[in-house]
């Protein structure tokens, strides 16, 4: 019986000694898959800054992914492009700046989260990143993507816009699983 208290108390202290490591490298995972996400998005942008003028068509698949390269001073499809610049400044800088590291903030202090959640997150997050960069350095988002497959005909978007689009369906298909499973089984 001893025995078994004293190899508990060691299990207990080797719990204490790895339990910090596995937030730090949780931690760590979360903070480069937002800075992997936005520095994809930031490569793709340079090489379309780069290798492309403005409103040049290259057909990738056919008429189907064409590259095309613009400057959006708005948001997502260039809602607010006409706002006053200290308006704009407020609602496309500042606020998304807030909301980003308020993001980030939460998925650092909440260790219990479903891993698809979590995903999601860090998606919506280096998306966003990425294109709030353009937006502070730049003065605009470099756009370089259309989609026009049948009846999917996209706006001109970019990698940062494809990076939100995929965490938020990784959110709502976590909410999703969530209600679909007790709530023991959805936090794996």
């Given at each position: ?6 190899q ?5 202290f ?8 596995k ?13 992997a996400n936005?520095?994809c ?6 090489v379309?800054?780069?290798q492309l003028?403005y409103?040049?068509t ?12 613009i ?19 407020l609602?496309?800088?500042i606020l ?15 260790s219990?989260?479903p891993?698809?959640?979590v995903?999601?997150i860090?998606f919506v ?17 470099t ?9 999917i ?16 369906i990784?959110i ?5 699983i969530?209600r679909?499973l007790?709530?023991t089984?959805?936090?794996?």
């Amino acid at each position: 019986m001893f025995y078994f208290r004293i190899q508990r108390k060691q299990v207990m202290f080797i719990a204490e000694l790895i339990s910090p490591m596995k937030q730090k490298i949780r931690n760590s995972f979360i903070l480069l898959l937002v800075l992997a996400n936005a520095g994809c998005d930031q490569i793709s942008k340079n090489v379309a800054r780069e290798q492309l003028d403005y409103y040049e068509t290259v057909n990738v698949i056919g008429e189907h992914l064409i590259l095309t390269k613009i400057e959006n001073t708005g948001a997502f499809l260039s809602a607010g492009d006409s706002l006053d610049s200290s308006v704009k400044f407020l609602f496309l800088s500042i606020l998304p700046l807030i909301a980003l590291c308020y993001g980030i903030y939460y998925l650092l202090t909440h260790s219990q989260l479903p891993r698809l959640l979590v995903l999601g997150i860090c998606f919506v997050i280096g998306g966003g990143l990425g294109n709030l960069y353009d937006r502070i350095i730049f003065g605009s988002v470099t756009d370089f993507l259309h989609i026009d497959f049948f009846v999917i005909k996209t706006g001109i978007f970019n990698l940062a816009d494809v990076s939100i689009m995929i965490g938020m369906i990784m959110i709502i298909i976590n909410l999703y699983i969530k209600r679909l499973l007790p709530a023991t089984e959805s936090d794996m």
